[in-house]
């Protein structure tokens, strides 16, 4: 993975056909995304629950680009390797998620994967401070993790602004995470986010026999920024 601050749209299958990944995944691929989102829940850590390892390593040969994984699990630490293993280019772990995220994004590293640090709505961007250097990417969680297609919550777009002015010159990612739109997406880029993950504005109107809206859903949302 060769870092850049180019805006890349990153399609979460958490809103793809779940009895079709492979196919949904090749089918926004070819529609132009950049990274696939994948969105990993314990029922635990989130109200909800998604799927493991397992269907990572399952899905990971249909992915030709980047496959981000984002974990919303509680612990983090005793299924890093397993995600690693499964072929994941990024892991991001939640700052929320335990006391020990040094350890987490240090274990993270050490597999060889880049490692994301993500931080929920009422999480300030000073939480991120003391790992600037030990991290890839920050995610930046514009809605409540849990569930796709929520409200974005924009008091959440000044945190992106004071994360940016933290980086600095580091080779560090923003992403965004939560009600990604044309409406919202230009919001977060101005404040110098480079990654949109987007799961509701990407699948809605499109299948895999008709993946074309998948299209426009793609280039409506890099034409808004
Ligand atoms: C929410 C997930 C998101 C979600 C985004 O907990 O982390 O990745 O899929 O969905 P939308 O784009 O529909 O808000
Ligand atoms: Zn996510």
Redesign the pocket.
């Given at each position: 993975m060769k870092f850049d601050r180019s805006v890349k749209i990153a399609p979460?299958i958490?809103?793809a056909d779940f009895a079709n990944f492979g196919a949904e995944i090749q089918a926004v691929e070819a529609q132009g995304a950049d990274w696939i989102?994948v969105?990993v829940?314990d029922g635990h850590f989130?109200p909800?629950i998604t799927f493991g390892p397992a269907t990572c390593a399952a899905i990971r040969p249909h992915i030709k680009t980047v496959m981000d994984v984002?974990l919303?699990i509680a612990p983090v630490d005793p299924y890093i390797q397993a995600f690693a293993d499964a072929g994941a280019d990024v892991i991001t772990a939640h700052v929320e998620a335990g006391p020990h995220i040094h350890r987490t994004l240090q274990a993270i590293r050490a597999t060889g994967a880049k490692a994301g640090l993500a931080l929920n709505p009422g999480t300030p961007a000073e939480a991120a401070a003391p790992l600037l250097d030990m991290v890839d990417l920050i995610c930046v969680?514009?809605?409540?993790?849990?569930?796709?297609?929520?409200k974005?919550i924009h008091s959440c777009v000044q945190k992106v602004t004071e994360l940016r002015e933290m980086i600095g010159d580091r080779e560090v990612h923003i992403e965004i995470?939560?009600?990604?739109?044309p409406s919202t997406a230009p919001l977060v880029v101005a404040a110098g986010a480079d990654v949109l993950?987007?799961?509701?504005?990407?699948f809605k109107g499109g299948s895999v026999d008709n993946p074309v809206p998948y299209g426009e859903n793609i280039r409506a949302i890099r034409a808004s920024v």
């Open positions: 979460s958490l809103s989102h969105d829940m989130v909800n984002h919303m969680m514009t809605v409540n993790p849990g569930f796709g297609g929520q974005f995470d939560g009600g990604v739109d993950v987007a799961g509701s504005a990407v």
